[in-house]
């Protein structure tokens, strides 16, 4: 076959597509695979030889295919290639989603840490992956952030949360995820710290010069509403009478400290943990005919104080007058035990802290990964803290480990170092849920790998199929297919002009 058919072409002194057989042979197909594949795939696929050349009779190239496609699968099993691995940082979403999983808590922390950047439109490729004194810096800051929400802190100072409405989503309308009977407005998940007193506000719209949207030209003013877990917990109405006069005789500079103080709440007792809070708007389902109402519709145009009254901004500010902390989802995940006296405090937190790093660091630990996150128990303690406190600052000190933050696979002790080796179950269950899921391996997995049985071809299967029917695969979907067809540029990029295209929204992106 190599003599009749290809080696005419494929020589060391014609050397077409700097390709020679003259030194290759059948009986040495495993020392140059790659180069074997090759020629197979233009085998299989009809394009060599060339048409205008003499061609093999097709039993002579369905032999051929055949003897040297098992000689390259027999030299492929006989020694697998192993490939090499490098340290993997978590990225912004892998880190989002491992908290999510670790303490049960949905927190947005996308704008606490810098963008990974990415390389052919990925943002998970180990190499692209690096990590800078800021970096570092942020970790840190976050760490302390989540182990708050995690825990609850009751000696957290007076802080102020924003949610941004973007300007180009339509508010005319019920939103999804917002309650029935409301118009426009957002809904957040918001983790409070303790067990207190917080304040919730709403911003309008602010046009180039003329003012807030919605103030101006209305028979009927509209009803703002913050609901907290369905209830509402403050309302008022803004768009009267009043507001209109004001911005017309006194122009926004003014009226905007009165509006802004109506969309205020007075003090509001909440406890500890997420709830799901809506700034919105009563929908008014039937309107008066016979008066003149200028553009009741959510228009984009920048310079129309009329309107619809839209929200721009939900702000919670708090806590104030701090009581305790009560049990959250997010305790009850960290506290494995309860220490009933005194004595009792240092062997619970080892046992919660001990749990809590198996997780984190998706591995068993030893005493040598357990002594720095004691430390910070003890000198939490030292201070004066209670066992809240000093549990606090171990998962804070957990969040910036190396161990967590970082995807190591580490060399076999049993061979020589740079051989190939079989990963271990541990990373084996981290490569299969940061695929499947972008987060960390679950307890399930963790047990399996604890066993030794993760890499057993059932077990291995029965996990595949139970991790792919979990909510949690969606991320493959929106991480993997996001980047590869680029579709986030929609909403950076997919921006047309407000002024020529004013009816082309967010809800529409």
Known sequence: MLHQYCSDCHNNADFTAELSFDQRRPDNVHTDPGVWEKVLHKLTIGAMPPNDQPQP???????????????????????????????HRLNRAEYANAVRDLFGIEANLTDLLPSDGGDFGFDNIADVLRTSPLLLERYLTVGLHVADMAVGNADAVVGSSSYRVPFDITQDYHLEGLPIGTRGGLVVHHNFPADGEYVFSGRLVRGVEEGYHGLEGHDRPDEFLVIVDGQTVYSSEVGTKEDHELSVAEGINVAAFAIDAKMTSPHIRVTAGPHEVAFTWTEQTAREQNAWEPGLRATQEIHNPSGMPRLEDGIIEGPY???????????????????????????????????????????????????????????????????????????ARTLVSPWFLFRTETD??????????RINDFELASRLSFFL?????????????????????????????????????????ENFVGQWLQLRNLESRARPDLLMFPDFDGNLR
Not at 57 to 74: G, I, K, N, Q, Y
Not at 412 to 421: I, L, R, Y
Not at 447 to 475: C, N, T
């Open 57 to 87: 009779p097709a039993e002579m190239r369905t032999a051929f295919v055949d003897a040297l496609e098992s000689t390259l699968d027999a030299a492929a099993a006989a020694k697998p290639y192993a490939g090499t691995t490098t340290v």
């Open 321 to 395: 007058n701090v009581t305790g902390i009560s049990e959250t989802p997010s305790r009850d995940k960290i506290f494995i035990c309860r220490p009933a006296v005194a004595e009792e405090e240092q062997a619970c937190a080892e046992k919660i802290v001990s749990a809590l790093a198996k997780r984190a660091y998706r591995r068993p630990v030893d005493k040598g990964d357990l002594a720095p996150l004691m430390a910070f128990y003890d000198a939490a303690r030292a201070k004066g803290g209670d066992f809240d406190a000093g549990i606090h600052d171990a998962v």
């Open 412 to 421: 076999s002790p049993d061979v020589p170092a740079g051989s190939d080796h």
């Open 437 to 477: 899921w972008s987060s960390t391996p679950d307890d399930e997995l963790l047990d399996l790998a604890d066993k030794g049985r993760l890499h057993d071809p059932g077990v291995l299967e029965a996990q595949v199929r139970r991790m792919v029917a979990d909510k949690r695969s969606d991320a493959l979907v």
